[in-house]
Structures are given as C-alpha cells and as structure tokens.
C-alpha cells in the first residue's frame, strides 16, 4: 500500500496523518509506502519554469534559492520584513508559474475559479481531466514511477483540507486512466466530515473504491490482511522516509498527536461534537515514550503538539519531564494557566507558545457557548503566561448567533486591555455548520452553492449578519493602534506553524512600524 499527502497544504512540517498510519503498518509486519506529494510537487512547480515578464517575477526567480535557503535558516524568524519578503516572492513565483487567471495557487492554498471542492460533479471533472491540473507534469511522472517501482495492490489518499480536493481527484483521475487495477482509498478529515452527513450519497462510485471515516488503522491493516483484533494500533508515527530537509523550518518540526476528539467536547457549533467524534486520549506515559524516542531519531527543532487542547494531565507531565525540545500547542484556558509556578515549569520544560481559543470578550456570549471559560480567569492566564515567558496566540470568533455588536465591542476592549499579554491574533468569522442539533434550531439559507458543503449561511437572530461583522473587523477593530501592530507580528501564509519560531529566534521580534517601512524601502533598492 502507498499512501499519499496530496498538494495543497502549508509545506513546513511531514504530515501527521499518513506518519502515524505507517506506524501502525510497521507494528503488523505490513507492507506500506508514503509519499508527500504536497512538498514535493510544489519544489517542482517553483523550480519553474518562469517567465519574468516584470520585475517582481524576475527579481523572485533570481533569489529562488536564497528565499528557500533563508526560510530554513534561523536567521529569516529574527526580520520580520525579510521573511514577509521571502514568503510573498514564493507565492507569486507559484501564481506565475500557474500562468492562468482562473486559478490561485500560493504555498498553503489551491483555488480554481472554476471547479469547486465542495461540487461533486466538479470534482469527478478535475478526474476526468488530470492533465488540466497544474500539479500534472509532477505527479504524471513521480506516482508512474512509485506504482512502477512499489507495485502496490492498493492506493490511499489522505484528503484533509478543502485545499487539497481538488488536485486529489486529478491524481485519482490519472491513476484510474494510467493503472486501472490500482484500488483507490480515500479517507482524511475532510473525507470524515463529507461521511458524517446525516445522508452520505457517495457521489464518487467508480473513481474511489474505498471511503475510511474516522481513523484509518482498522480498515486499513484489514485491507493488508491484518485480522481484526490482533492489530497493534497505538503506534509511534514513523517520519523517517519523509524528506525532513525539504520542509520550509529552519529545522525539523515534530507534530504528534496524543488525542483524538476533544476532552472539552461542550461547545455549542463544534464540529468535533457535530460529528460524533468520541475523545480519545494515547496514555500519558506512552506519550512520553513516543516523544523521547522520536526526538531522538529525528532531532526536531520544535515538537508540535495536534491535539484540540493539549490535556492538562499531560502538561503536567512534561512540566516535570521536558522532551529537550521546545514545544507549543493548543491549551484551554484552566485554572493550571494561571498558577505561576505551573506557568513557570511549562516555560521550564520547552513551552514556546501556547493556542488559546477565547473566541469572545464577552462572558455571556461565552456562557451561551458553553465554552468553559471564565474571562477573569482568562484574564489571569494572559498575565501569568506573558510574566513566564510563555507567548500566546489568541484566537477570536465573531458573528456568532449569540454575539451583538456590543458585544463585539467588549471582545474589542478585553483585547486592547490584554494587547500587552497577546503576542499573536487569529480572527475568525463565524461559520454555521450545516448539521448538527444547533443548526436545526436556525432558519438557514443556501450559503456556498455545492452537495458537499459543510457550512449554511443563516439569519442572525440579533442582526449581527456577516457583512456587519466584516465592517466592524476591517474599519473598527483591526484599526485600533493597541492590536494593529499585534496583527502585524502574524508570520504570512505559515501564520501558528511559524509564530513560534519568531519568539525563539534571537534579534528583534517585529520592527516598530517606522522600522518596517524602513526595512521595506532597503530590500526594494536591494532587490
């Protein structure tokens, strides 16, 4: 079996999900290949050719090279400015390279203007027609050369993000054409999402053979022959056939998960609980094993933790046992945050920064969420974790059915009192999943136009409706000369991925706004 990270997805750490099902194939004595399509197809497309038809286009293509090299080097998470430079230049070298108006193509995104992820029928046409993918002339060549070379009975893709889809289905196209006896599985977060539907009519018969919801191990150790029951499948993910090299970081990042599902798993609109996915937990000190062995085979720069809220239980016990990696991940606001000797040790043990999900600064608005969250506390935690050491990304959530613009205002202010505490912003507008017991209760409108949507646009039910909401970010909250300057720190395109390498780097974490202007006028005449 060989299993596949199509492209497009941000290319700075070895994808997880296909690591982890290798672990488990290595642990049953099966056979199993994986390949990440998504690194490597977008080197080729930036290898070019391009034509510099402009001056941007003539000066990026020069520095290729250069701007690869500096993103892997610690020197690109101590300038700001450079960074940005370096980021932008390889995004549009990608769009020049696509050479078409009607696709988008940056490092974390695909989008074609005229076949939609979330449209079926437009799916099977990016199948129908492989050749029309601008990823063809890579994965025409390299998935001929794996299949010739591996010979496998089977094919799987991981298809996680709405990014990915379409250019998953134009690699299945092609190996339907090009090796018809090739069984094709599908499965990945987003393929979970499309088969948790209250009706999954499986529009994709005769391109996909297999669909996988929910965690692969089982159905896949069973298609290898692997009898029920007798699997292993708390497996350590296996990075080593992945080029670690390649992946933009000044070093290699480390992501593991030691959950699925979420241990909160009460708010209102989530699609963990919208699902159905039960919360699983890999034992404490299992973690702990996985990580000591896996920083010593892969000598990773930084550990990210996946989990929805790294548990409490195993914080504590990285507090007490650091990995000798530095690490971040996603945290609930607990009452741990605000303890300053826990905050202490966690900063003590390699904690670089920690994911926050507030959402509002307005505690009713959070109550009617049943979110768990105290701002007091909330409050404290900022504090306590700025006073360790420890940076904090912070995530926001507007136009919920339950916020106003009042209470919008009170996000706005809660932020501005805590901009000192707050290293980075995330600002989310509200989208409303399609299904689920909250949805039922809306009067909902048709919001994107496709039979695989998982959002519905809905009436707001206090008038807060998504054009005001975008008003209120874009002219009042973003302008605000206490969270501009923060929104200003967020790295482009890698935004969390690489947040946290800006507050390990040595030299100024973000130039002051006459400094950036400043070092923005140099690299111009530079290049």
């Given at each position: 079996?060989?299993?596949?990270?199509?492209?497009?997805?941000?290319?700075?750490?070895?994808?997880?999900?296909?690591?982890?099902l290798l672990?488990a194939?290595?642990s049953?004595?099966?056979?199993?290949?994986?390949?990440?399509?998504?690194?490597?197809?977008?080197?080729?497309?930036?290898?070019?050719?391009?034509?510099?038809?402009?001056s941007?286009?003539?000066?990026?293509?020069?520095?290729?090279?250069?701007?690869?090299?500096?993103?892997?080097?610690?020197?690109?998470?101590?300038h700001?400015a450079r960074?940005?430079?370096?980021?932008?230049?390889?995004?549009h070298?990608?769009?020049?390279?696509?050479?078409?108006?009607g696709?988008?193509?940056s490092?974390a995104n695909?989008?074609?203007?005229?076949?939609?992820p979330?449209?079926?029928?437009?799916?099977?046409?990016?199948?129908?027609?492989?050749?029309?993918?601008?990823?063809?002339?890579?994965?025409?060549?390299r998935?001929?050369?794996?299949?010739e070379?591996?010979?496998?009975?089977?094919?799987?893709?991981s298809?996680?993000?709405?990014?990915?889809?379409?250019?998953t289905?134009?690699?299945?196209?092609?190996?339907?054409?090009?090796?018809?006896?090739?069984?094709i599985?599908?499965?990945?977060?987003?393929?979970?999402s499309w088969?948790?539907?209250?009706?999954?009519?499986?529009?994709?018969?005769?391109?996909?053979?297999?669909?996988?919801?929910?965690?692969?191990?089982?159905?896949?150790?069973?298609?290898?022959n692997?009898?029920?029951?007798?699997?292993?499948?708390?497996?350590r993910?296996?990075?080593?056939t992945?080029?670690?090299?390649d992946?933009?970081?000044?070093?290699?990042i480390?992501?593991?998960?030691?959950?699925?599902?979420?241990?909160?798993?009460?708010?209102?609109?989530?699609p963990?609980?919208?699902?159905?996915?039960?919360?699983?937990p890999?034992?404490?000190?299992?973690?702990?094993?996985?990580?000591d062995?896996?920083v010593?085979?892969?000598?990773?720069?930084?550990?990210?933790?996946?989990?929805?809220?790294?548990?409490?239980?195993?914080?504590e016990?990285?507090?007490?046992?650091?990995?000798?990696v530095?690490?971040?991940?996603?945290?609930?606001?607990?009452?741990?945050?605000?303890?300053?000797?826990?905050?202490r040790?966690?900063?003590?043990?390699?904690?670089?920064?920690?994911?926050?999900?507030?959402e509002?600064?307005?505690?009713s608005?959070?109550?009617?969420?049943q979110?768990?969250?105290?701002?007091?506390?909330?409050?404290?935690?900022?504090?306590?974790?700025?006073?360790?050491?420890?940076?904090?990304?912070v995530?926001?959530?507007?136009?919920?059915?339950?916020?106003?613009?009042?209470?919008?205002?009170?996000?706005?202010?809660?932020t501005?009192?805590?901009?000192?505490?707050?290293?980075?912003?995330?600002?989310?507008?509200?989208?409303?999943p399609?299904?689920?017991?909250?949805?039922r209760?809306m009067?909902?409108?048709?919001f994107?136009?496709?039979?695989?949507?998982?959002?519905?646009?809905?009436?707001h039910?206090?008038?807060?409706?998504?054009?005001l909401?975008?008003q209120?970010?874009?002219?009042?909250?973003?302008?605000h000369?206490?969270?501009?300057?923060?929104?200003?720190?967020?790295?482009p395109?890698?935004?969390?991925?690489?947040?946290?390498?800006?507050?390990?780097?040595?030299?100024?974490?973000?130039?002051?706004?006459?400094?950036?202007?400043?070092?923005?006028?140099?690299?111009?005449?530079?290049?």
């Open positions: 079996m060989i299993l596949v990270h199509p492209p497009v997805a941000k290319p700075c750490e070895p994808p997880a999900g296909i690591a982890k672990g194939f290595n049953n004595g099966a056979k199993c290949k994986i390949l990440d399509a998504n690194i490597e197809s977008l080197r080729h497309i930036l290898r070019g050719p391009h034509i510099p038809n402009d941007w286009t003539h000066r990026a293509s020069r520095n290729l090279s250069p701007h690869l090299n500096f993103l892997r080097s610690w020197a690109a998470y101590g700001l960074y940005k430079r370096a980021v932008l230049d390889l995004n070298l990608l769009q020049m390279a696509v050479n078409s108006k696709l988008r193509l490092l695909y989008q074609d203007l005229e076949l939609s979330i449209r079926s029928a437009d799916l099977t046409r990016a199948a129908e027609r492989p050749e029309e993918n601008p990823f063809y002339p890579y994965f025409e060549k998935l001929r050369q794996v299949l070379v591996n010979t496998p009975s089977v094919l799987g893709f298809l996680n993000y709405l990014s990915q889809a379409l250019c289905f134009a690699m299945i196209g092609f190996i339907k054409r090009d090796c018809p006896g090739v069984k599985v599908l499965g990945g977060g987003l393929v979970t088969m948790r539907r209250p009706s999954w009519p499986n529009p994709f018969r005769g391109l996909v053979d297999v669909f996988v919801d929910g965690a692969g191990e089982h159905p896949l150790l069973a298609m290898m692997v009898p029920r029951g007798a699997e292993k499948i708390d497996s993910p296996d990075y080593n992945l080029p670690l090299e992946y933009f970081a000044p070093g290699t480390l992501p593991y998960s030691s959950s699925s599902g979420c241990y909160w798993n009460r708010c209102r609109f989530c963990e609980s919208a699902e159905g996915n039960p919360y699983h890999i034992p404490v000190d299992r973690v702990m094993s996985d990580l062995i896996l010593e085979k892969m000598k990773p720069v930084l550990i990210h933790l996946l989990d929805n809220a790294i548990p409490p239980a195993l914080m016990k990285i507090a007490a046992h650091p990995p000798g530095p690490w971040y991940g996603f945290a609930r606001i607990s009452p741990h945050l605000t303890d300053p000797d826990f905050c040790a966690l900063k003590e043990s390699g904690c670089v920064m920690l994911q926050l999900g507030l509002s600064g307005d505690q608005v959070l109550d009617e969420m979110k768990g969250i105290d701002l007091g506390r909330a409050s404290q935690a900022l504090k306590t974790l700025k006073k360790a050491g420890i940076a904090t990304y995530y926001l959530l507007f136009g919920t059915p339950m916020e106003t613009m009042a209470a919008a205002r009170k996000t706005l202010e809660f501005v009192r805590h901009h000192d505490e707050i290293r980075f912003l995330n600002l989310a507008v509200f989208n409303q399609a299904f689920g017991r909250e949805t209760k009067e909902t409108k048709e994107y136009e496709g039979d695989l949507t998982l959002y519905t646009n809905f009436s039910p206090r008038g807060w409706n998504r054009n909401v975008r209120f970010l874009d002219k009042e909250f973003k302008r000369p206490a969270i501009a300057p923060i929104l200003r720190r967020d790295p395109i890698f935004t969390s991925n690489h947040a946290p390498f800006f507050v390990m780097a040595k030299g100024p974490e973000v130039f002051r706004d006459d400094e950036h202007k400043e070092e923005g006028e140099r690299l111009r005449n530079l290049f």
